[in-house]
């Protein structure tokens, strides 16, 4: 039979089950709002990132009116199709500050009419300019693409490079995958060179698919990469003020501007988090003087029995742990259960893609609120713990009379 | 062995200070039994506390053969506690959350080499106090008297060379009382246990062989013929 303190705290934390159980749920509540809060904090920064990093391009240009549609495809991974014409793209190439431009064609297919697959976002791009597709495959290209020959998003798991498919009525071979995102506009699409694309659409019944009408001579988007002198901002006025038609859209606004609007509201969420958290530690330092009260003349005779000062300090301080750390751990559940179970209205309400964080940021999350949960109660029961243990044993004893 | 020299303690009670105890002063030889009869509030729990490293007096010494009691640092006076010296309070002092048998092995939980066999002392304990049936059950499941037996049996559980006594019978009814007195008789003569005992009850005097009389602070020596 072993018997220790940590035997006693276990035992008084039984003791009034009720209560202690009171204590873990008021961490947990902390603890599942701050891990909520901050994973959600955290998608949101790893989306934006993400999502512009992974465009790789400093201006994205599109039709005007279409800015809303691009946004959406961009951040909340909505496929959407809107056409300009192609010959803005060699103009947009002779204005100052530009680097490099890649035009892309987006294709929704829509069921029954299209492939096996199924529904699937189709991206036409110009393997000659292009700089922001192919730096992401997955592992080099053997050769440059062929005709009929496309990259696969990660999302479509059907298929495995070397693989074919249809796709209104023609094979196509996959040659690579790209690198997964997380964004569904990106893991979602399946990408083939503009011109195999159009000769897809020439060969294609028109009537049945009679979409590809549209965008013979059209395109969808324009990605511009600025000189390093330039800045993108100045390079998309330049475009803007130059080519009737079109909206220049800054990529690093584009994330800076729905980090601003969306941090402003989680921000507001985590000070009232934080509020929670103090008025917690204040809550649980009453009971817990409540609790050390009670049990005066208990301590006292600890003491009188030979328990020294730091085991009487230890003793509280465990307590609180255990329970503050239990409920850390249920709160971290409850808060990943809440993302989880309502990630599409989260999605929804957000607009922007919802990402888990990386691993590593994950468990940082998680020990942080570990860490955290572990402070509540410890903070909370460090002046009992400390009023107790300075109290002399005799009126420890005279004082629970 | 002990030597209690012009010990002093008030208390400030509203603005009224009171002498709890005023300059007591005994010796206390090995082996001896000593009763400190008084009436409630004379400063008996007082005097006991201060000589059982509890409380601290305003003036006066504890000398535990070379070793000044209140010199010690905090840490070194609960080691002392839980190596020489043990109590039997006058409430009920059963740690609610723990079973008969955890409650008496309970000084051990701070001395690690008290712990190699404290089990089997602890239940050879419960047997001479009639509770052997009782290790697993908790102090709520006991009856008074039961509880007051328990705590005895603890009061030995360290093989202290001092056991201070306040009121140690109170609870009990006679019979059980003469039984634990007996055990008190016992381990003062085998073991050579000393005992201080506080009471009011005077049948306890015939056990002892030095008895004091406590009357507001004041502790003077009694010839009990």
């Not at chain 1, 690579?176 to 964004?183: D, F």
């Not at chain 1, 005066?296 to 009188?304: C, I, S, Y």
């Not at chain 2, 049936?133 to 709520?140: C, H, L, R, T, V």
Request: proline fraction near 4%; charged fraction near 20%.
């Amino acid at each position: 039979m072993s018997f220790s303190l940590s035997t006693l705290a276990y035992k008084n934390i039984r003791r009034k089950f009720f209560r202690s159980m009171a204590i873990a749920a008021a961490v947990m509540v902390v603890a599942a709002t701050l891990f909520s809060v901050t994973t959600v904090m955290d998608s949101v920064e790893t989306s934006l990132t993400r999502g512009t990093k992974r465009l790789g391009a400093d201006v994205m240009v599109v039709p005007t009116n279409s800015e809303t549609k691009a946004m959406a495809s961009l951040l909340a991974g909505e496929p959407s199709t809107f056409y300009m014409d192609r010959g803005i793209e060699e103009k947009i190439r002779k204005i100052e500050g530009v680097k490099k431009v890649a035009g892309q064609l987006y294709l929704k297919t829509s069921r029954y009419k299209c492939c096996d697959t199924g529904d699937m976002f189709i991206v036409g791009f110009e393997p000659e300019h292009d700089f922001t597709i192919t730096p992401w495959l997955a592992e080099s290209l053997k050769s440059p693409l062929a005709p009929k020959e496309g990259i696969m998003g990660r999302s479509i798991t059907a298929y495995r490079p070397g693989d074919s498919f249809q796709i209104y009525g023609q094979l196509i071979k996959i040659a690579g995958m790209l690198e997964a995102t997380g964004m569904p506009f990106i893991d979602n699409a399946l990408y083939l060179p503009i011109e195999s694309f159009r000769d897809m659409v020439e060969k294609t019944d028109n009537g049945t698919v009679n979409i590809f009408d549209k965008i013979n001579n059209e395109i969808s988007t324009i990605l511009v990469q600025t000189e390093p002198e330039y800045s993108p901002r100045r390079v998309a006025i330049f475009i803007e003020s130059r080519i009737e038609g079109v909206k220049a859209i800054v990529s690093e606004d584009v994330a800076a501007s729905v980090r601003k609007q969306l941090f402003t509201l989680l921000r507001s969420i985590l000070s009232i988090s934080v509020i929670l958290w103090v008025m917690s530690i204040l809550l649980i330092s009453v009971v817990f003087s409540m609790i050390v009260n009670e049990r005066q003349r208990e301590l006292g005779l600890l003491r009188a029995l030979g328990a020294k000062k730091t085991d009487i300090f230890r003793l509280i301080i465990s307590e609180a742990a255990v329970l503050s750390l239990s409920g850390g751990l249920a709160g971290i559940g409850i808060g990943g259960l809440f993302l989880f179970l309502f990630r599409d209205p989260i999605k929804a309400a957000l607009n922007v893609p919802y990402m888990w964080p990386q691993p590593v940021n994950m468990v940082l999350l998680v020990l942080i609120c570990l860490f955290l949960s572990f402070l509540t109660g410890t903070l909370a029961a460090l002046y009992p713990a400390v009023k107790s243990m300075k109290m002399e044993p005799y009126a420890a004893i005279r004082g629970g009379e | 062995m002990i030597e209690i020299t012009g010990l002093c303690k008030s208390y400030k009670i509203g603005k009224d200070i009171i002498k709890a105890v005023d300059n007591a002063s005994f010796k206390v030889n090995k082996g001896d039994s000593i009763m400190i009869y008084g009436h409630s509030g004379s400063g008996k729990t007082t005097l006991l506390s201060i000589i059982g490293g509890l409380t601290k007096p305003e003036l006066g010494t504890v000398r535990y053969g070379g070793t000044e009691l209140w010199s010690l640092t905090d840490n070194d006076l609960s080691e002392f506690r839980n190596k020489r010296i043990n109590f039997i309070f006058q409430f009920s002092s059963l740690i609610p959350t723990l079973t008969v048998l955890e409650n008496i092995i309970l000084p051990a939980t701070f001395n690690k080499a008290a712990r190699r066999g404290i089990i089997d002392d602890a239940q050879d304990l419960l047997s001479k106090v009639g509770l052997q049936d009782k290790q697993n059950a908790y102090p709520s499941q006991l009856s008074g008297g039961q509880q007051r037996r328990a705590a005895i049996a603890r009061a030995f559980i360290n093989n202290p060379e001092i056991i201070l006594a306040d009121e140690p019978t109170g609870d009990l009814d006679e019979e059980t009382e003469n039984e634990m007195l007996e055990l008190c008789r016992k381990m003062n003569v085998e073991k050579g246990i000393t005992f201080i005992i506080v009471t009011h009850n005077t049948d306890i005097a015939k056990q002892c062989n030095k008895h004091f009389v406590m009357n507001r602070g004041i502790l003077t020596s009694k010839d009990m013929g």
